[in-house]
């Protein structure tokens, strides 16, 4: 099987949906199929395997900034590059996303009629889509051209359904749970001699880190032998939360740059606690997997799209949203509780194998085999009906 796995996502900018594509595309190949990758791309490009499309440019999009090419003329290009490969299956990341995803359904079926089109959609935006609302009936044109509908949760579908009702199928994303649980991994030497809460991601509104920095100043009065652990990029809200802790004499904060792929996991292995308080707009969730591969506890906000991962006291805490004391409350429980923390930490663990890589790849492969078969059955019932036509008109 050929297949072309597009995102409408700088390639070079790391992101949850391009993590998703590139280790979905390894799984692919593991299992003896060719994977090409469709992506705009700033700068050039190592990797045989990935096409550029188009040059991205950032662009505000759901309180975060995405890189996106935005260029009608990528539409020459894609039609070159499809027919040229003639692959089996088309399978877009945020299909409806501008430009690239939706020049690729334009052009998909005219370079080969055979081919399956899938889509996924990974997001989630709590006060709707301007982009869904305001162009669907544009977009509807495009949607129909999406043979299989893939959503990554049940937030994830509800949110994309409101605008384009159809079936979709539940496929999360999936995670290298190896490289999370590595037992051989070393700890940070300097995190050591206090009980650590994790905070990994972007400094941005929606992610409430504000939140959890005031509940750490409770509970670090409560216990002080803790420490709140921020890692993520560099940005300017960022700097602003490191100057006002700064200037308030907050103990026990510490502000760590952007990690590697590579070398994040040691940061979970030398936490007691993951926490994520984001406020919304979260279609799954995938930082939680993250701690709950590396095997610590997760105290993360009730918002739908964590509610999907996480079963409050059964594999993780969930807390209201914007709840600054239940925040800190749920936080100083399991610091002053080793045993619960190892408890969950365990549940969680369990729960995350539902969610590795190698089962993820193996039911995204299945759908394709599913679509492929069902439209060689209606190709196949239509052969027949000009066979009897033809033999009627005799």
Known sequence: ???????????????????????????????????????????????????????????????????????PATGRRVREVLEREQFDVVHMHEPLMPVLPIQVLRHSRNANPNVVNVGTFHARKDGGNRLYAYGRRLLKRWFREIDGKIAVSPPAEQYVEQYFPGYYNIIPNGIDIDHWANPNLAPVPELQGTTNILYVGRAEKRKGLAYLIRAFGMVNARNPETRLIVVGPDSRARRRYEASVVRSGQRGIIFVPQQTYADLPRYHHSSHIMCSPALGNESQGYVLL???????????????????????GVDGLLVRPKDTMDLADALTALVRDPARRAALAAAGRREVEGYGWPRVAQRVLSYYERLIDQQHAVELSRRHADERALAAAK
């Open 290 to 312: 993250e701690g709950m591969a590396a095997g610590i506890p997760v105290v993360a906000s009730n918002i739908d799209g964590y509610a999907s991962v996480i079963t409050h």
């Open 1 to 71: 099987m050929k297949v072309a796995l597009v995102t409408p996502y700088d390639w070079h900018t790391p992101g949850g949906v391009n993590n998703h594509v590139e280790h979905l595309a390894t799984e692919l190949r593991d299992r003896g199929h060719t994977v090409k990758i469709l992506a705009p791309v700033a700068g050039a490009v190592d990797d045989p395997n990935v096409i550029p499309m188009g040059r991205p440019i950032s662009v505000a999009a759901a309180g975060s900034v995405v890189r996106i090419s935005l260029n």
